[in-house]
């Protein structure tokens, strides 16, 4: 993989300001790149470096063109034109096109010819994988589920049965969808399996990291929206409703029915308990549990601030007598007040 | 799937209200059901969708009888009847009953003529698979392992050696059973591996999660209980034991030793540490952590509410100083009282 | 498995006090041992358990030699000496040598004769798999990955492209190696894809739990150090670094370019937001958000104690009102002193 620096200005429709046919062969940053290898400055904390790097070019916005020692490639926004060229580097082995001959596909599934089913894949009865799907080693495709054009679904993923799936998603490995949701009666005692007759519903252009679990619908659809994109060991329970180009860290935890809305950003090991909705443009940040619904679009965020274990000791007991500290308050102020 | 309101009732020893030869081939929500459809009554909040539904019929309580505008089967408790009706409405595939061709069987395992390997699946030396079990696709049962009978393993499931799994069962995709558990001596600053020589042992009517993991007993073996519900990416650790008929929330991590009793609910990302002994009827909120054994029923919790993130800042400030304060209140007491 | 005492002894290096030609079949506890096993006190709470042992022979240290009833093995560090000794019980089956007929091996991977390659193994383009190295049942090993000498990678573990895993490692089941980390540039409101291009590079003598994922560089590698010890369902983001011995419990979140030093522990479910440094030597409690770096090595703690779930609802509101509490302490003070 090597391009001019012509060819990559040319790609992301920027100005180029250095020698246009300079050979770039890897991205890297401004830290580390060698002579030879693209960069880019979007974190204007690290512009000092623009003056040590060693890269041959960088992505710069037009503030910082003339700082550069080097080849400058000018963007409005250099972080959005370093994913765009990020694209030209990739190392994410090809699709080799056509059936592994190790997979074990029903004679009633639709694969496209033009899709790539990989080896130890089991594709199960009336499943469809659409053009240019890609469908990696070891993963299954349950009954009447379907892949869009254009998915990649990575090594070891499980889909159940009645799982759609749209365009151009990418799905990680290991990641579950479609099994049951938690749902029980308790009688006198002992719980009695609700059967989970809903599917799951996932739109376009959705990323799913690896290991995680979507749950299907306990009635109707588990559904997540299109541009979406979910970090590593997610848990989405079933009847959970996920608006257009929400994004979530891993280890988030989303409980049955609770709707969460578009544009909306959950750091690492956020718990939402069920039932709730979640504004539109709803910020939460890391391991926060949300326990309302939300209506007003801001961050939000609970737990406690990080001390040495033995301060927090300390603080974790009088926390325990706060509502004993607020009443002496109380009784003070109507002592001075007498 | 189609069943007359006859069969229904019948099935469910319920009176009906309404024609018997009418004829249901879904389940859904007041909100949702179309005409042809069956729904239910159970949370008394959604009463008045009785009045707008669709559903040709409802499952209520017989104090909601006359409150009906279509066909009514009467139960005591509507939500477990509609618990038993689900499994008349299951889209889970039945299974084949047999052995694919692709499936690699160790001649000295055990599989009964009865059961069900899919594609895929590894089943190693003296594992055994009871009558009617059903092991998913890529499934892999290790080394003396035990399948009980009625049992369904889902797709891609890694069992380990030594383990035994009780009857009706259901392990979804993903989880794994029998690894290793964390357990290492320190020798000076290194860590040594102790090998985990017990197995797990899983009762009947069990029901794990995907992408769970149980791990292997240090010495003796991890056990779970009859009845137990686990959810989706739930930890057990080595030497767990969990009582009959506790259910847990997705998320939740026991450490290693502890004891849960029976008939307790861990809500989601719960937390317990190691060499713990929690009462029958303990009930733990999302999120917390329990940190000493409990010998009351009842129900625990920690962690801090939700705010917006400005004024969480601010008092979690404060909270680091709560010590401080505890002492300047004693303080003006004292000047009070002087 | 039985060994005489006297092998045992042999084996640890320890002396022996009692009848060398015992033979004991396996290790229990104290509390459990039959007539026939071996046991160890590690933990000088169960000392009294000396006395009432059925154990045929105990791993002590020098000091409790003389309360032996029955035969001792004398060791400095009788918890060492267990794990030591454990290896000789393993029930771990042993590898077969050689490749299942089912594994889909790629004519351009280089596979140690000496290695064991399960059944329905992928090894794709380009990959290593070094002399005695294990990948168990459905595992795939992805293009231009390495697997080194000794290593144990158990059933169903995904590794994609360009990992390196070094020599005498165990990867449990489930677990995800070289996914995309989560790096988005946002244009618009939409998410757009930023290629992760770096690897992942594992050290020696590392064990990896079932269900971890742990992701590939943005640019450059995501870095394991020597004889790192990761517990179970544990997420490691793109670019993360963590240094030598270090070990974590189960449901550790780390975020993005953090590195984490040497010999640290981290307890159950801790999580460490992006772009920190914990020095050598840090440790943290359970559940622990760690927001800040920690430039002292020490334990440090966040979060609340459990209680009852009545008495924590009033402190959590209390605690929103803490700013306001402090205030008011701050006038009383004032009014005091006037």
Known sequence: MAYTLAEIADYLGAELKGDASLVVSGLATLATAKSGQLSFLANMSYKDQLLSTQA??????????????????????????????????DTLPKAFGGI??????????????????????????????AQHAV?????????????????????????????????????H??????????????EAGKWVKICQIGGV?????????ANCTIDR??????????????????????????GAHTAMAAGCLIAGSTKIGSACTLAGGVGVTGHLELCDG????????????????????????M????????????????DDLAKRIKNLEKSIKE
Request: charged share 15%; hydrophobic share 40%.
């Open 217 to 242: 619908g306990a009635l109707s659809d588990t559904q997540i929206g299109d541009g979406v994109k979910l970090d590593n060991q997610i848990q989405i329970a079933h009847n959970v409703e996920i």
């Open 173 to 186: 490995s290991g990641t579950v969808i479609g099994s049951d949701g938690f749902g029980f009666a308790n």
């Open 56 to 89: 041959s070019a960088v992505i710069v916005h037009p503030n910082q063109a003339d700082d550069c020692q080097c080849a400058a490639i000018i963007a409005s926004n250099p972080y959005l034109a370093y994913a765009n060229v990020s694209q030209l580097f």
């Open 135 to 171: 469908i990696g080693s070891g993963s299954v495709i349950g009954q009447n589920s379907r892949v869009g054009a254009g998915t990649r679904v990575h090594q070891n993923v499980s889909i159940y049965h009645d799982v759609t799936i749209g365009e151009s998603c990418i799905i």
């Open 100 to 129: 592994h001959p190790s997979a074990q596909i029903s004679p009633t599934a639709k694969v496209d010819q033009s899709a790539t089913i990989a080896a130890n894949v089991v594709i199960e009865d009336h499943a469809v994988v």
């Open 282 to 305: 709803t910020h939460v940040t890391a391991m926060s549990l949300v326990t309302k619904s939300i209506t007003k679009p801001g961050s939000y965020s609970s737990g406690t601030a």
């Open 307 to 322: 001390s040495p274990t033995a301060e927090w000791r300390k603080s974790a007991a009088r926390l325990r007598q706060i």
């Open 201 to 209: 519903v996932i739109g376009n252009q959705v990323e799913i990291g």
